[in-house]
């Protein structure tokens, strides 16, 4: 049997209940929240880029901003039979892989993630965020997360 992989990028989710699929995404200062109902075998992973939206435009990806990214996916769980009060979350991400005197939109994301999980009762059972290189997130619900760590540039940005 061949394992499914499914691939999310910037402003997606997925939820799946298959224990045999496996969820992708790649970061560098965004972050991925990673969700667990082990007691309903529901699972799912986001992908957000920026923690609130400043002005939406027309064609943007709802799931680009973290409150919204962060609903959606709640949402789409409870649809697939998760229970709120079994949910548990493992957070990714937010690498300040540019480096600017203006912003670190990085940890604004990473620290948006964890007062939304805080608010909403939602542990956070594990982590890897921060830091100056972006990651690649392997979400295998049978076994776990694996998260590689990409080698930094840390680029100057004018």
Same mark, same amino acid.
């Given at each position: 049997?061949?394992?499914?992989?499914? $691939?999310?990028?910037?402003?997606?989710? *997925?939820?799946?209940?298959?224990?045999?699929?496996?969820?992708?995404?790649?970061?560098?200062?965004?972050?991925?929240?990673?969700?667990?109902?082990?007691?309903?075998?529901? *699972?799912?992973?986001?992908?957000?880029?920026?923690?609130?939206?400043?002005?939406? $435009?027309?064609?943007?990806? /709802?799931?680009?901003?973290?409150?919204?990214?962060?609903?959606?996916?709640?949402?789409?769980?409870?649809?697939? +039979?998760?229970?709120?009060?079994? /949910?548990?979350? !493992?957070?990714?991400?937010?690498?300040?892989?540019? !480096?600017?005197?203006?912003?670190?939109?990085?940890?604004?994301?990473?620290?948006?993630?964890?007062?939304?999980?805080?608010?909403?009762?939602?542990?956070?059972?594990?982590?890897?965020?921060?830091?100056?290189?972006?990651?690649?997130?392997?979400?295998?619900? $049978?076994? +776990?997360?694996?998260?590689?760590?990409?080698?930094?540039?840390?680029?100057?940005?004018?």
């Amino acid at each position: 049997m061949r394992t499914k992989v499914k $691939k999310i990028f910037a402003g997606d989710f *997925y939820t799946t209940r298959d224990r045999e699929e496996i969820i992708s995404t790649l970061l560098g200062s965004c972050v991925a929240t990673c969700l667990i109902d082990n007691v309903n075998s529901v *699972y799912g992973m986001n992908h957000f880029m920026l923690p609130m939206e400043l002005k939406r $435009k027309d064609k943007d990806k /709802l799931g680009k901003y973290g409150l919204d990214a962060m609903e959606i996916l709640i949402s789409a769980m409870l649809k697939q +039979g998760a229970n709120l009060k079994y /949910l548990e979350a !493992k957070l990714f991400g937010g690498g300040r892989v540019v !480096k600017s005197s203006y912003s670190n939109v990085a940890k604004a994301n990473v620290d948006f993630a964890k007062m939304y999980l805080e608010q909403q009762q939602i542990p956070i059972i594990a982590q890897d965020v921060g830091g100056t290189y972006g990651r690649q997130i392997y979400f295998y619900p $049978k076994e +776990g997360i694996y998260s590689r760590k990409i080698k930094s540039t840390h680029q100057e940005l004018a």
